[in-house]
Structure formats: C-alpha cells, structure tokens
C-alpha cells in the first residue's frame, strides 16, 4: 500500500508571494491533519479535513488555509508569505475513525514539504 | 490545555547501552499516548502507543507504559544500536484537542559505536 505523498518536497518563495502544497492520503483514508514543524515551536497542528469540511484548526492566522477534495487528496495554502513561516510542513491521514472530542485512531506522515520563505 | 513535556536532549550513547527518554503529560481525561520517531529528511514515524492507562506499547525493541498516577509514558530501550539515532517525539490525543495531536519538543538520540 502506498504512503503519504507531499508534493513539491522543496520550496523556495520570496516574502509576500503564497504558495500551495500538496497531500495525497493513504488510500482510503479520509482524513488528512497538516502540521508545521520548525525548530522553535516543535511540531504544531495546523487543521484536520475529513470529508472535504474542515474538522479541527489550530492557532494559526488565516493566512493559512486549506481544502480537501472528494478523493480525499488535501492542499494547503499560505498566503502572503513572511520568514517565520519558512518551516518543514507534514501532512498525516489516517482513517478518521476518531471524531473530534475523542482519541484518534492512527496518523501515518508524509515526509514533508521543507518551505523556505528568503 | 493539553501538553506533552519530554526530556532535552541531545542525548548521546555508545552502542548496547539502555536508553530511557521521559515523557510527561497534562490532559483531561484518558488521552491515547504515542511515540514517533523522525529520521534525517523523513517523516514521522509511529514507534509505538498505549490508549488507556497501564497498557504498554512495544516496538523494535522500546517499550513505554502509560502511567496514569505519574502522568507519564516514559520511552526505553535495553540495547540501541547505531541505526536508532534519530529524534523521538512523544505525543498525546486528548478530548481538549479533539483530533489534533500534542507533541512534546522532541529528544534527539545519537548512538555511537
């Protein structure tokens, strides 16, 4: 079975441009978490989609957004870019068995897509 | 709210040695407990994970029991080998944070031979 893809692995962007990174899931998983990973603030979730809505957010600005698809494949987008944004971003999905307020069922990781805002 | 607190590191061994990273945690509840492991350039992957209290996680050799009295999921391993240096993250699922996973700052490991 395949894994967690990301697409592009790297990134380079200027301050003020957006970008957008890609996940695809484990087939048949219909829940996909994003996380940004940088050495200061350690790992820190960004948002959960199940079903194309939007389940859980974490406390970032609104600068920072995403979707999912039918097929389950997510995107996310950070918009207006700034250097402390430069960050490993990591995408899991899992079968979204557990629902908001409860303990989740496994996250299987992508190997991430390393940002770098210059 | 809901926290992970592991050890500092860097943590540095020689080959065969034990290995213990402390985990602690604040949550309401019964969160589920993880460990994840990141090699260079990869991902994270799930070492192992306990759901309730007094449950053990084993995988690869480490093992990690979730203590409900202390709050604790403490990481350990009899003999590590070279091929275990990595980061280890251990992680929390609680009720407060819904699906969201908590992590701890992470421990690096670096084994020597």
């Known amino acids: 079975k395949a894994g967690v893809t990301q697409t592009p692995r790297y990134l380079i962007k200027t301050r003020g441009q957006q970008v957008t990174l890609s996940c695809s899931p484990i087939?048949?998983?219909?829940?996909v978490s994003w996380y940004q990973q940088t050495p200061g603030q350690g790992l820190q979730f960004l948002f959960e989609y199940f079903s194309e809505t939007q389940r859980n957010k974490g406390n970032f600005p609104g600068r920072f957004s995403g979707r999912q698809f039918s097929n389950s494949r997510s995107e996310m987008n950070v918009s207006t870019l700034e250097l402390g944004d430069s960050a490993l971003y990591l995408c899991?999905?899992?079968?979204?068995?557990?629902?908001?307020?409860?303990?989740?069922?496994?996250?299987?990781f992508g190997p991430g897509t390393r940002l770098t805002v210059l | 709210g809901d926290s992970v607190t592991q050890m500092e590191g860097p943590v540095t061994l020689s080959e065969e040695a034990f290995l213990t990273i402390n985990c602690t945690y604040t949550a309401t509840g019964y969160p589920s407990l993880f460990w994840y492991v990141q090699y260079p350039g990869e991902g994270l992957q799930l070492l192992l994970k306990?759901?309730?209290?007094?449950d053990k996680g084993s995988n690869k050799g480490f093992e990690a029991t979730y203590r409900k009295e202390t709050t604790s999921f403490h990481l350990e391993k009899g003999s590590v080998q070279v091929s275990d240096s990595a980061v280890y993250f251990c992680?929390?699922?609680?009720?407060?944070?819904?699906?969201?996973?908590?992590f701890g700052k992470g421990t690096t490991l670096s084994v020597s031979s």
């Open positions: 992680a929390l699922s609680g009720y407060q944070a819904g699906t969201a996973l908590i």
């Open positions: 899991a999905s899992s079968l979204g068995v557990g629902q908001g307020g409860g303990p989740v069922d496994e996250q299987f």
């Open positions: 087939s048949g998983h219909r829940s």
């Open positions: 306990a759901t309730k209290a007094d």
